[in-house]
């Protein structure tokens, strides 16, 4: 796969900042809104793919490697476990941090109200840690793929 | 009557799902049945957690009627996530059969039988 | 030991008969003659023609039960035919059975 | 921490420890090779003694329930709702028993593969396929909630299917892993339609929540048929057994091994489904005889297959087919007698047959595609009319080949012989002819495993080979599962006793695994 026009590629540069955000607010108001890490993720990769289509997959490579985002993936995976695990003084994925006071412990309001982020505990940081391997995880299936493509295509 | 629409759908999917995996011999278009057959079943799971006069299970400025149990959604979303890695992985095995066999035909893709 | 409903089965029981069989075998094997050193009567013998030598002697896997396969020709045939290696017609199987299934429990059920 | 805390955990952690090892493989790959082996070797050495420890507890009597998430393992029900709402961990005889085979041949391949894998590329993913199939083992033998089971099905079938292709640069490999994928992906779908089907009527997943209401209206035969064809399907029942030889010849040695293991969860979420979801209300007498027919199909077909293969493999393969239909045959009989006056007598004794099978087969079934593995580690070949007189340089794999070869054909003292005879006394009381056809299926077995030895291990020593025995690691793998089949072989009645009891009642007391999640 070779770079796309110009046009393409500049639609493609200004469009990418917005679906970035748009992603991780979805990954960060998962606990308040449809959506969470995966969804979010998605969506970030999505734009991660929007610039591998519209810059070859040799030149993304060039920027990222494979290897590191397989950590990354990693990462997330074991931040995700370990967050649970870290509930097991009473039971596996217990929440205790919700209701507690620390960073996401506020108790919500009861009834309707305008969703407070510094709530739900462990579910903000296990949204978190999903988006991060979804977004590596994705990203790296969509690049390998139009990699391997692409040096097929070169070879005919 | 209109309520049934959405399980006529599901089961016109996944037969199309289905006749596709049977009856297409190019592996890229068998996954696409697998897929196909995922949607219906994942439309078949969203349907069933519709209740009337209900709203999304949302606390943001919600409005005090009833809310949906959000069971089904959950589960939709699950197996949306596994459908995604089993579609990457079938695919990239598709790319590898096409690397050793040079083709995409069902029919000459069967170095193991009897 | 292993309770069954018409009896048991003892494994140890069974070991300490097959080592008293051995040993009336060995008993019995004490009473032929030490100075027999074989000969003719020791070698192989195939309808008179000449024996290659033992070092390269193996049949191979695919001549072994080749009497039982080819009076079961039919059988085999059939079978491998249905083996096709084509993914379509494992699925194809598949909902045959499912199929099958379907209507032997709906139906049966229903009467 | 206690010995009570560890039983009350241990299902969780069984899951948990596996699953953080798996993602932890691949970042220690790049530090150091060797500490990523002592990693997966301590993880699978720690996931056998925590599963003995919990298989022990749970066979003296208890079910241990855990609740994730939950203020406390056992509040399954919440204070605010009247249903279980929670992934409910559910772990009785049958679920320990399983575990404990999914535990042991894990702990073998692991072990094999350190020798085998050590010229392949990729090691690092290779181990995390391999824990992540041992999560969704024994996530799919704990879970007490069908969406769980679904989702635990999906994680095996991924990791396995990967995990057949790992030899990705060889085209039959990859070829095996998707029609593998295929399949299994379409079974597993039909799962989670079946699933909904259920969820639809009941608004219910927890299986034994479910199990208290259901009805067996119509919808939930349609269901049942989904999950009779796909987990039959999975675990290789024959009309639908074309994926068996085709997957298993392909992936590696140490895989195979842990496939076999993987249907035999199959064959468990299909018993599960049948006894403890729908129970009685089912309609025993046709699931019954469906179930039969299927496992007679399974015995003869798969064995008359193997005589004439000429892959080392696909004849085990073959083989692995025909000894699930001995389970099959042993367990669907306690179905047809369930609830029947015989069921005392006969039917018990059917039902541990059927699954102290299941063990054992999981035991030499393994040990022989172990066997097979490092026959092509040393000559490179799959192919038996390519080699002879194998037994020359490798002694040890020759005597472990004969063990495994025992046990499958029945030969006593061996452990297959003792599961094969309580199958042959028990069907008996149903039809003669069964046990006749089960008879005759073991004496074909035993005819392609003397053409087996014949041609690998007989014969004048193969040129271009070299001589001596293959590596420590993957010898100490097989000897794991020769002690297993020795043990089991010489002490049946211990076991039977003691393990497989407690299984199969566990498997045929609906009540009891109903009672264990929401009481009363």
Redesign the interface.
């Known amino acids: 796969m070779s770079e796309m026009s110009k046009i393409v590629r500049t639609i493609s540069n200004s469009l990418f900042p917005f679906i970035m955000i748009y992603g991780l607010y979805v990954i960060m108001h998962g606990h308040l809104t449809p959506g969470g890490g995966f969804q979010g993720g998605a969506v970030v990769a999505s734009g991660c793919a929007l610039i591998l289509v519209a810059y070859s997959s040799g030149w993304v490579f060039k920027k990222v490697k494979e290897s590191n985002l397989s950590i990354l993936e990693s990462i997330g995976a074991i931040g995700f476990i370990s967050l649970a695990f870290l509930g097991i003084g009473v039971t596996f994925f217990y929440n205790f941090i919700a209701g507690s006071g620390l960073l996401f412990g506020e108790i919500p309001p009861v009834g309707p109200n305008s969703g407070n982020l510094n709530t739900a505990g462990l579910l903000p940081l296990m949204n978190l840690s999903v988006g991060l391997k979804v977004i590596a995880g994705l990203f790296a299936i969509v690049a390998v793929m139009a990699f391997v493509a692409s040096r097929r295509m070169r070879k005919k | 009557m209109i309520y049934n629409i959405p399980f006529i759908v599901v089961v016109l999917l996944i037969i199309v799902g289905l006749a596709t995996v049977v009856f297409k011999r190019n592996l890229i278009k068998i996954v696409i049945g697998i897929t196909i057959i995922e949607s219906g079943v994942n439309l078949f799971l969203i349907t069933l957690g519709y209740r009337e006069n209900s709203v999304a299970p949302i606390y943001t400025f919600a409005p005090s009627t009833k809310m949906v149990l959000p069971v089904p959604q959950a589960l939709t979303l699950t197996s949306i996530v596994i459908g995604v890695a089993v579609m990457a992985l079938m695919l990239s095995f598709a790319i590898r059969i096409y690397q050793h066999y040079g083709t995409l035909d069902s029919r000459k893709i069967r170095r193991l039988r009897e | 030991m292993l309770h069954t409903p018409s009896g048991y089965w003892d494994p140890l029981l069974w070991i300490l008969a097959l080592i008293v069989a051995i040993l009336i075998a060995y008993i019995i094997r004490g009473f032929g003659r030490k100075d027999y050193k074989g000969g003719e009567q020791s070698k192989p013998f195939l309808s008179g023609m000449d024996i290659p030598d033992e070092k390269e002697l193996h049949i191979r896997a695919g001549n072994i039960y080749w009497g039982f396969m080819e009076g079961l020709e039919g059988y085999y045939d059939i079978m491998k035919k249905i083996h096709t290696g084509v993914v379509n017609d494992y699925v194809a199987w598949f909902l045959g059975v499912s199929a099958l299934l379907f209507i032997v429990i709906l139906i049966v059920g229903v009467t | 921490m206690n010995m009570n805390w560890l039983l009350t ?1 241990s299902p ?2 069984l899951i ?1 420890i596996p ?2 090892a798996a ?2 493989t ?2 220690i790959d ?1 530090l150091s090779k060797r500490a990523r082996n002592v990693l997966v070797l301590i993880v699978l050495i720690t996931v056998e003694v925590v599963m003995i420890v919990l298989a022990w507890d749970v066979f003296t009597g208890n079910t241990h329930i ?8 056992t509040a399954t029900i919440p204070v605010q709702a009247a249903i279980p ?1 929670r ?1 409910v961990l559910e772990v009785d005889g049958l679920s320990a028993f399983m575990g404990l085979i999914s535990a042991t041949v894990s702990l073998a391949a692991g072990l094999y593969s350190l020798a085998f894998v050590r010229r392949e590329t990729g090691q690092g993913r290779y181990y995390t396929l391999l824990l992540l199939m041992l999560v969704g083992m024994l996530g799919m033998e704990f879970t007490g909630d069908l ?1 769980n089971l ?2 635990f099905l ?1 994680i095996l079938s ?1 990791a396995s ?2 995990l057949i ?1 790992y030899r ?1 640069y ?3 490999a ?6 593998y ?3 299994s ?3 597993a ?2 799962v ?2 079946a699933i ?1 089907l259920l ?2 009527q009941y ?1 219910l ?1 927890n299986m034994a929540a479910l199990a208290k209401v259901m009805k067996y209206t ?1 919808l939930d ?2 269901a ?3 999950f ?2 796909a987990f ?2 999975k675990c290789g029942a024959i ?2 057994h ?2 068996v ?2 997957s298993y ?2 992936a590696p040695a140490s895989i195979t091994a842990m496939l076999v293991v993987a249907s035999q969860v199959s064959l468990y979420a299909l018993f599960r489904i049948c006894f403890s979801l729908y129970g009685l209300t089912l ?1 025993v007498t ?2 019954g005889i ?1 179930i039969i027919s299927l496992g007679l199909l399974s015995m003869f ?1 798969g064995v ?2 193997a ?4 892959d080392i493999k696909r004849l085990m393969s073959y083989h692995a087919i025909s000894q699930t239909g001995y389970m099959l045959l042993g367990v669907g009989v306690g179905l047809y007698l369930i609830g029947k006056p015989e069921f005392s ?2 039917g018990v ?1 059917a039902m541990e047959g059927g699954i102290f099978h299941i063990f054992n087969h999981a035991l030499y079934k393994g040990l022989l595609f172990l066997t097979a593995g490092a026959i092509f580690y040393k000559v490179k070949t799959r192919n ?2 390519e080699m ?2 194998l037994a020359h340089s490798m002694k040890f794999t020759a005597i472990f080949f004969m063990i495994g070869a025992f046990a499958i054909a029945g030969i ?2 061996f452990n297959g ?2 599961s094969k ?2 199958i042959y ?2 069907v008996y ?1 149903v039809s003669p002819i069964l046990s006749i056809i089960a008879m005759l299926v073991s004496i074909i077995t035993l ?2 495993f003397v ?2 030895f ?3 291990f ?3 020593p193969m040129r271009n080979t070299k001589e001596g025995e293959v590596p420590k690691s993957m010898l100490i793998g097989m000897v794991i599962l020769t002690v297993g089949i020795i043990l089991f ?5 211990w076991v ?1 006793d003691h393990i497989v009891h407690p299984a199969a009642q566990a498997l045929a007391d609906q009540a009891a695994y109903i009672q264990a999640v929401i009481g009363g």
Request: hydrophobic share 55%.
């Open positions: 955990h969780a952690l948990a699953l953080l993602f932890l691949p970042l790049r855990y609740t994730m998430g939950a203020s406390n393992p709402i992934i969406f679904f989702v999906e991924i299917a990967a292709a990705f060889r085209g039959d990859v070829e095996g892993a998707f029609k994928f295929v399949i992906s379409l079974g779908l039909m989670l339609f909904g969820y639809g608004d997943l119509m035969k349609i049942l048929v989904l009779i064809a039959a399907m009309p639908m074309m994926w030889p085709d010849t392909v309609d046709t699931v469906i077909v008359t297959m005589l004439p293969q000429k007598t006969y004794v038996l009319n002879r007189g006593p003292p012989f003792a005879l309580l006394e028990s009381c005819a392609s053409k087996v014949h041609s690998a007989m014969g004048p072989g010489l002490f049946p009645g039977v």
